[in-house]
């Protein structure tokens, strides 16, 4: 048996980094326009710089929760197969010891905005730092901003369409690629559950839905999982 799991920014938030579109959330505070799309990066570079040293140093002094723990524990427990997917930018997963597949990039990574080199971001960035490769003063956070395209897709498919359970965590579904997995699995013939605090906007497209704080709510998902329950919803 195949598990395919999505995590959004729900399963990080009882780490303290804040989720995107909840009351308070970080697009509430910040225009997205600005901070995280290639036209406010070239408009304004300092500002994007400062919003993502800001992020990568919240993620360097949060630590996973029990909902990362218990993915974790799956991946090494479950008999089948365990393939993550997230959309998170933050290391709470790795450093709760499973690999994810990171979609939208990662805030420990930089990259050269000319020749596309990547290579390990310290804590603060700055534009102007030269790229190691071409030399460029070009740096950027290598995460996928609006506008430009998710990075494995062709991996992800094929994860999608070979998935026996498709399970989506602490994410509100708004943000497509990600928000059409649930159809693309569910066309492909899995079984499909959402875990979230509250029903997300495309809750309906899924058979069965686990509300609760992730905390709580993955690790008694898992716990059902290990146990061998039929259907997990
Ligand atoms: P959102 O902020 O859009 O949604 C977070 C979801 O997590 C909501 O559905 C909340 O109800 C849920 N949630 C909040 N706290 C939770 C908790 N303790 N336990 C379980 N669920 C909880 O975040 P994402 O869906 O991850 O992209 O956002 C998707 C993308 O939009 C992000 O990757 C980011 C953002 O703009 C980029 O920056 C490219």
Not at 36 to 41: D, L, Q, R, S
């Amino acid at each position: 048996m195949k598990i395919v799991i999505l995590t959004g920014a729900g399963v990080s938030a009882e780490s303290g980094l804040g989720t995107f579109r909840d009351k308070d959330g970080l697009w509430t505070k910040y225009d997205l326009a600005e901070v995280a799309t290639p036209e406010g990066f070239a408009r304004d570079p300092v500002k994007v710089h400062d919003f993502y040293n800001a992020r990568r140093a919240n993620a360097a002094e949060a630590d996973p929760n029990p909902a990362h723990y218990a993915l974790a524990r799956l991946a090494s427990q479950f008999a089948g197969e365990v393939v993550l997917i997230t959309q998170n930018v933050d290391d709470l997963h790795e450093r709760a010891g499973q690999d994810a597949i990171h979609m939208h990039g990662a805030l420990t990574r930089a990259k050269c905005a000319i020749c596309d080199a990547r290579w390990q971001a310290p804590l603060q960035m700055s534009a102007a730092a030269p790229c190691p490769t071409c030399s460029e003063p070009a740096t950027r956070p290598d995460i996928v901003w609006f506008g430009e395209i998710p990075e494995f897709m062709d991996e992800i498919d094929m994860h999608l369409t070979t998935t026996d359970l498709f399970v989506a965590i602490g994410t509100s579904g708004q943000v497509y690629p990600a928000a059409g997995f649930v159809a693309e699995a569910a066309r492909a013939g899995a079984a499909t559950l959402e875990i979230n605090l509250e029903p997300s906007d495309i809750s309906g497209l899924f058979d069965a839905r686990r509300i609760g704080p992730a905390s709580e709510a993955v690790p008694a998902w898992v716990d059902d999982v290990l146990k061998g329950v039929k259907f997990q919803g």
